[in-house]
């Protein structure tokens, strides 16, 4: 009752410095609400609170209406006690109305209200979503056309001058160049149907640092033979929840990468650093894969995530695609940082725990 004292003594000085003309001042705040911010149980307890105080003052508002109605009646008569009773009895309904009746329409008015608030966000933000994804749909539409109808056409041209000439001593280097457009095409459609599909996570402990490891076994020949210098730093066995076959696929294909654009570019002294590593308060672990190449521009830089997009002369564009979304189904998330002429950076971090994804089956570890 204090605090709705308090409230109630506030507004009435607002009101007096008003009438005389005075500026009003800024409402005083309890030194419980300066204090700390109530709870939700808090909250709720207080709302019981007043709900009770409101039923008990009207209960003793109740009584003491039939206890006057019915002293008038035996001491004065019907009718000095009816009229006391019809007159008193309107504000006694008022006060039921305002008591009782009038929190409850309240919260179903704003209940009701605030339903159809979130009904109207809900379908903005699902239009929004919607839209995105048609855009986004329209966008793969024409890359996947573009991936497959080039090669199919170099292909169909090449088949139709061996039809024209069978015996030209060039048939065998067209059938040839026909087959390698060929494969490029059932590649695509290969990476596509990989991108395309949801594969299922078979989630163990792992640890981040062998399978780094275990990626670098695949490039240990190709190293060696380029005399790509690799610096390897752990920080931490960096233990997580995840798949460690999608991982090491994520891994191959950033540090094949880095290995392809060092080779491309032909720079001297190249580098791939890779660290790996927890976040200081033990929830995330992360992993760094760093080259000295020639790097990407800032607006290549916000593309290499896309499907099909692709810097290579024989790419298909969906490896860091596949990579993203093998990284997002373990609720991590990737990074690239560029600067043309200092190589490439890619930061991948997971959570050591992630919520999503499904549980490891009994006794793996």
């Known amino acids: ?23 009003a001042r800024r409402p005083r705040r309890s030194r419980r609400s300066r204090r700390r911010k109530l709870t939700a149980e808090e909250r709720a307890y207080r709302i019981a609170r007043r709900r009770a105080n409101a039923k008990l003052a009207f209960l003793t508002h109740l009584v003491s209406y039939l206890a006057v109605c019915t002293f008038l009646l035996f001491v004065a008569g019907f009718r000095p006690a009816f009229i006391t009773a019809l007159g008193w009895g309107i504000g006694l309904v008022i ?19 605030v339903q159809r608030e979130v009904r109207a966000n809900v379908t903005r933000e699902r239009r929004s979503i919607e839209d995105r994804h048609a855009r986004a749909l329209e966008q793969l539409s024409a890359a996947i056309a573009h991936e497959i109808r080039n090669p199919i056409t170099a292909a169909k041209s090449l088949v139709q001058q061996m039809g024209e000439d069978p015996t030209s001593n060039n048939s065998i ?19 596509l149907l990989r991108y395309a599909r949801e594969e299922e996570l078979d989630m163990s402990e792992v640890r981040l640092a062998e399978v780094v490891d275990s990626a670098l076994e695949s490039f240990r020949d190709r190293l060696s033979r380029s005399g790509v210098v690799l610096e390897r730093e752990v920080d931490s066995e960096a233990t997580m929840l995840g798949d460690p076959e999608k991982l090491r696929r994520i891994l191959i294909n950033l540090i094949g990468n880095a290995l392809d654009a060092l080779d491309d570019s032909e720079t001297p002294d190249p580098h791939v650093s890779i660290m790996v590593g927890e976040n200081l308060a033990r929830t995330e672990v992360w992993a760094r894969v760093r080259d000295n190449g020639p790097g990407i521009d800032a607006e290549a830089l916000l593309k290499i995530f896309s499907p099909f997009y692709t810097s290579k002369e024989n790419g298909t564009g969906l490896g860091l695609a596949i990579s993203k979304k093998l990284v997002d189904a373990h609720g991590g998330s990737i990074e690239a940082t560029s600067t043309l002429g200092s190589g490439v950076e890619f930061v991948l971090t997971f959570p050591k725990r992630n919520e999503a994804a499904p549980a490891p089956p009994q006794g793996v570890v």
Do not use: C, K, T
Request: glycine share 6%.
């Open 1 to 23: 009752m204090r605090d709705r004292w308090d409230e109630d003594g506030e507004f009435d000085a607002q009101v007096e410095r008003f009438a005389a003309g005075r500026p």
């Open 95 to 113: 006060h039921y109305f305002g008591a009782l009746v009038a929190p409850g329409l309240r919260e179903h008015f704003i209940e009701s209200e």
């Open 173 to 191: 280097s067209y059938a040839n160049v026909a087959l390698e457009e060929l494969d490029r095409v059932e590649r695509s459609i290969s990476h």
